[in-house]
């Protein structure tokens, strides 16, 4: 397809970039950023359950070229990991950046440092877009740096690489700015989103924001070399013994979505951080798990899928205490 300038060119020069700067600027006095909903004012440098405040924690900078291949194309994807997040992961393989703070607090950044670090990305490393990783709880900060990033030349695709709990209202304040939309499915029940994750509202909030994250950018559009340039990709984790519910997530991305949806089945389970502690996860994914979730999309005719190979764990696992890129 012919590609487009990102429409948040369009919302730049007409001005309602900047309202949208101001608006969400404004969930951060008395925090209701994510679902979380805290109360407290990060404009004051209060923390919450994302312990994060005024500034974004922006803890690796670099050109992945593990992602989805319409992501990472040739030249890599421009990911921007940030520190903390809103969900608790036994079994997260970021933990370093996302439940360490004593770790991730040396890492502060003003929305200035990190629209510099989106230009180098472009400019220096020739990456196909910015991917922004876990930015839940720090979209106002993500928005404002776009905003200071564009007069420097910023002009590829952004994505919204989210764990899907995300606030509704704050996911309707990005349409326009958002290119691609990468959200987690992590979990069908909220019992096991409890569980494993520490949040007891998950699927009541990742349904509504799916439909919203799709009414904004449709289906996976790629430009004439096969990267993407605007839509949804849907990630899902299978877990052991169907923890996360996988054959219920695609009927309903199938059934409520559009089976046309771009979906990453992922096979990268590793048994890390906390998992010690639930049996039930305390191992890798077996073929047969993997194979009975690619029966399914094949069954929906789900028509848009990446799939990882079953090696995945091996090649998936970044160590952010080291110096330097954490995937190499």
């Given at each position: 397809?012919?590609?487009?300038?990102?429409?948040?060119?369009?919302?730049?020069?007409?001005?309602?970039?900047?309202?949208?700067?101001?608006?969400?600027?404004?969930?951060?006095?008395?925090?209701?950023?994510?679902?979380?909903?805290?109360?407290?004012?990060?404009?004051?440098?209060?923390?919450?359950?994302?312990?994060?405040?005024?500034?974004?924690?922006?803890?690796?900078?670099?050109?992945?070229?593990?992602?989805?291949?319409?992501?990472?194309?040739?030249?890599?994807?421009?990911?921007?990991?940030?520190?903390?997040?809103?969900?608790?992961?036994?079994?997260?393989?970021n933990y370093?950046?996302?439940?360490?703070?004593?770790?991730?607090?040396?890492?502060?950044?003003?929305?200035?440092?990190?629209?510099?670090?989106?230009?180098?990305?472009?400019?220096?490393?020739?990456?196909?877009?910015?991917?922004?990783?876990?930015?839940?709880?720090?979209?106002?900060?993500?928005?404002?740096?776009?905003?200071?990033?564009?007069?420097?030349?910023?002009?590829?695709?952004?994505?919204?690489?989210?764990?899907?709990y995300d606030?509704?209202?704050?996911?309707?304040?990005?349409?326009?700015?958002?290119?691609?939309?990468?959200?987690?499915?992590?979990?069908?029940?909220?019992?096991?989103?409890?569980?494993?994750?520490?949040?007891?509202?998950?699927?009541?909030?990742?349904?509504?924001?799916?439909?919203?994250?799709?009414?904004?950018?449709?289906?996976?559009?790629?430009?004439?070399?096969?990267?993407?340039?605007?839509?949804?990709?849907?990630?899902?984790?299978?877990?052991?013994?169907?923890?996360?519910?996988?054959?219920?997530?695609?009927?309903?991305?199938?059934?409520?979505?559009?089976?046309?949806?771009a979906i990453?089945?992922?096979?990268?389970?590793?048994?890390?951080?906390?998992?010690?502690?639930?049996?039930?996860?305390?191992?890798?994914?077996?073929?047969?798990?993997?194979?009975?979730?690619?029966?399914?999309?094949?069954?929906?005719?789900?028509?848009?899928?990446?799939?990882?190979?079953?090696?995945?764990?091996?090649?998936?696992?970044?160590?952010?205490?080291?110096?330097?890129?954490?995937?190499?």
């Amino acid at each position: 397809m012919r590609v487009k300038a990102p429409s948040y060119l369009n919302l730049y020069w007409s001005g309602e970039l900047t309202e949208h700067v101001k608006a969400l600027k404004a969930f951060l006095e008395h925090c209701t950023v994510c679902p979380r909903n805290c109360g407290v004012n990060r404009l004051k440098d209060e923390q919450g359950y994302c312990l994060t405040g005024a500034d974004a924690y922006v803890t690796s900078v670099c050109d992945h070229h593990g992602e989805e291949p319409v992501l990472s194309g040739t030249r890599g994807s421009g990911t921007i990991f940030f520190g903390g997040c809103n969900l608790r992961c036994v079994f997260c393989q970021n933990y370093q950046i996302s439940q360490r703070p004593r770790y991730f607090k040396i890492f502060k950044m003003s929305a200035d440092e990190l629209a510099q670090q989106m230009i180098s990305l472009q400019n220096n490393l020739g990456v196909h877009n910015i991917n922004f990783v876990s930015p839940s709880h720090v979209v106002p900060q993500m928005v404002e740096a776009i905003y200071k990033a564009i007069p420097l030349g910023l002009k590829i695709p952004i994505v919204y690489n989210t764990n899907g709990y995300d606030s509704l209202e704050v996911i309707k304040l990005l349409d326009g700015i958002v290119d691609i939309y990468l959200p987690d499915f992590k979990y069908f029940d909220n019992q096991l989103a409890w569980q494993y994750s520490k949040v007891k509202d998950y699927v009541d909030h990742v349904k509504p924001v799916l439909k919203e994250m799709y009414r904004q950018v449709g289906d996976l559009k790629l430009d004439q070399n096969g990267i993407a340039v605007k839509g949804l990709i849907i990630r899902h984790l299978i877990l052991p013994n169907d923890q996360a519910g996988t054959e219920q997530i695609l009927e309903w991305i199938a059934r409520e979505l559009s089976p046309k949806v771009a979906i990453s089945l992922m096979a990268q389970y590793y048994p890390t951080h906390k998992v010690h502690q639930y049996p039930l996860i305390s191992r890798r994914i077996r073929y047969s798990e993997y194979y009975r979730a690619i029966q399914k999309m094949e069954s929906l005719n789900l028509t848009t899928v990446f799939a990882q190979q079953m090696d995945a764990p091996e090649h998936y696992l970044p160590d952010f205490e080291k110096n330097g890129h954490p995937f190499e």
